[in-house]
T-cell receptor
Framework: SQKIEQNSEALNIQEGKTATLTCNYTNYSPAYLQWYRQDPGRGPVFLLLIRENEKEKRKERLKVTFDTTLKQSLFHITASQPADSATYLCALVRTSGTYKYIFGTGTRLKVLA | DTEVTQTPKHLVMGMTNKKSLKCEQHMGHRAMYWYKQKAKKPPELMFVYSYEKLSINESVPSRFSPECPNSSLLNLHLHALQPEDSALYLC??????????????FGSGTQLSVL
């Protein structure tokens, strides 16, 4: 069965540092991978999408990489701020038939002031 | 309008009750989704509707009954639930993927407690 794991359940970092979150998957070859942010009591909010033929994608302080050989995506937040504290979820998208979005286990990031 | 609106925000029900969760969007999205999320766990896919037709049912128990009466509305009818069904129920919508994985827009969810 499909398995999507994110490296740590919780990650604490100091303000101003770069946060690096990992998403590993098995038994699957997604064409796309997305990253979402979820705040407590709210639904996830889309951040970035990367295609299987793209190595890297950037948006402001966010950077995503996608290595289909390692079956891994890395999500970086540079110059982190306390407002970046949230749970971050990766989602693999199956594109055969109806598109199916499967979420990873999530990482709770806390940026300490 | 880029919002997905879910009602009610909170729901407490007994195991013999019948209730419904509602979801509405006006972004013209033709794909709509129900997810279930337990505390500190990722969202788990339950159902997907594409062009108002059920296209994915992730082996969800029949006590959960989805309905998509039109392109803007999605309902989840609940009957004879168990306490382990207590969770945050999230609705999402997206453009229908046509060779591209569209982003999901989520509502804030309905926090359901089954007593």
């Amino acid at each position: 069965s499909q398995k999507i794991e994110q490296n740590s359940e919780a990650l604490n970092i100091q303000e101003g540092k770069t946060a690096t979150l990992t998403c590993n998957y098995t038994n699957y070859s997604p064409a796309y991978l997305q990253w979402y942010r979820q705040d407590p009591g709210r639904g996830p909010v889309f951040l970035l999408l990367i295609r299987e033929n793209e190595k890297e994608k950037r948006k402001e302080r966010l950077k995503v990489t996608f290595d289909t050989t390692l079956k891994q995506s890395l999500f970086h937040i540079t110059a982190s701020q306390p407002a970046d504290s949230a749970t971050y979820l990766c989602a693999l998208v199956r594109t055969s038939g109806t598109y199916k979005y499967i979420f990873g286990t999530g990482t709770r990031l806390k940026v300490l002031a | 309008d880029t919002e997905v609106t879910q009602t009610p925000k909170h729901l407490v029900m007994g195991m013999t009750n019948k209730k419904s969760l509602k979801c509405e969007q006006h972004m013209g999205h033709r794909a709509m989704y129900w997810y279930k999320q337990k505390a500190k766990k990722p969202p788990e896919l339950m159902f997907v509707y594409s062009y108002e037709k059920l296209s994915i049912n992730e082996s969800v128990p029949s006590r959960f009954s989805p309905e998509c009466p039109n392109s803007s509305l999605l309902n989840l009818h609940l009957h004879a639930l168990q306490p382990e069904d207590s969770a945050l129920y999230l609705c999402a919508s997206s453009q229908v993927g046509q060779g591209f994985a569209e982003k999901l827009f989520f509502g804030s969810g309905t926090q359901l407690s089954v007593l």
